[in-house]
């Protein structure tokens, strides 16, 4: 059973920092792209960062300077380093796995920037 957790979410005043983390299990192999999309009310989920096995990283627009996507050392694990947080960036944040032609996805993770 595939299956990705997130943590880390919360509230934070605008200009302050939160990391995410993203630990999946139920995967015999690496995966090969591993991705932080969010939502807020409203609007449709958008692709926030993304990180492949490769090491290679692609990010939003309106993300790019403030937040880092990594993986991390233990198979199949990705953070989200978010600084300079800002009211627009709060959402439920998503961790989402490209596995084997299948796609996952967690269960989601609130963060709120007051402003």
């Known amino acids: 059973q595939v299956q990705l957790v997130e943590s880390g979410g919360g509230l934070v005043q605008a200009g302050g920092s939160l990391r995410l983390s993203c630990a999946a299990s139920g995967m015999r192999f690496t995966i090969d792209d591993m991705a932080w999309y969010r939502q807020a009310p409203g609007n449709e989920r958008e692709l926030v960062a993304s990180?492949?096995?490769?090491?290679?990283?692609n990010y939003a627009d309106s993300v790019k300077g403030r937040f880092t996507i990594s993986r991390g050392n233990a198979r199949n694990t990705v953070y989200l380093q978010m600084n300079s947080l800002k009211p627009e960036d709060t959402a439920v944040y998503f961790c989402?796995?490209?596995?084997?032609?299948?796609?996952?996805w967690g269960q989601g993770t609130q963060v709120t920037v007051s402003s």
């Open positions: 990180a492949a096995k490769s090491g290679s990283t």
């Open positions: 989402n796995a490209r596995y084997w032609g299948g796609v996952y």
